[in-house]
């Protein structure tokens, strides 16, 4: 028995668990919509930490540590997001009225999204890296967003490839949830 828990399969299978429960966690706490962004910057701090500290464990005291924490701040980001998202969506009901061109239309509505999922990236990463107010937060993420845009890209990218997974076979939500955030987290740590 011994022998069992001292391996290395025994050591990736519990790593394996704890992202599958990371994800679980993170699922949880996205179902009231107005938590997503506390959810993330649970998940997302988790996957620092154990990235940081070279070894997974203690999930909920990471998780629900930096959820509570920063639930107060992560809603103000929630309702910006929320609040861009609907002048977003106000900008092409008035465009698509005026029998806009369809190409000119969806370079506008990706080029907006992918600003917002930047910036919002680049405000947890900024959040979490180095905790500053609120509003620093925000500009911080912001020049992140744009210093560093490949990275941004690649993780716009992988965040696509994952909800058209979840689109083709909807319980690929949980089975990659976990390793979702260790790639977010690979992407988003600082260098």
Known sequence: M???????FYSVLITISDYLLLGIL?????????????????????VLIWHKDGATGNIFRHYLT????????????????????LVNHLNLTV????????????IFLLVSTFVCFGAFCGYL???ICNPQSLIKSLQAGVFDF??????????????????GLIFIFPLFLFIFAGAFWKLAGLLLRKS
């Open 146 to 163: 744009l210093s560093s845009l490949p990275r941004f890209i690649l993780l716009a990218l992988v965040t696509i490839v994952y909800a």
């Open 2 to 8: 011994s022998k069992l828990i001292e391996s290395r």
């Open 26 to 46: 993170w699922i949880i706490g996205c179902l009231p919509l107005v938590s997503f962004t506390a959810s993330c910057r649970g998940a997302l701090a988790t």
């Open 95 to 106: 465009m698509t009225n005026g029998q806009a061109d369809m190409r000119v239309l969806a």
């Open 66 to 85: 930096n959820f509570k924490k920063h639930f107060g701040s992560s809603l103000l980001v929630t309702l910006l997001i929320a609040a861009l998202l």
């Open 125 to 127: 990463r900024q959040d």
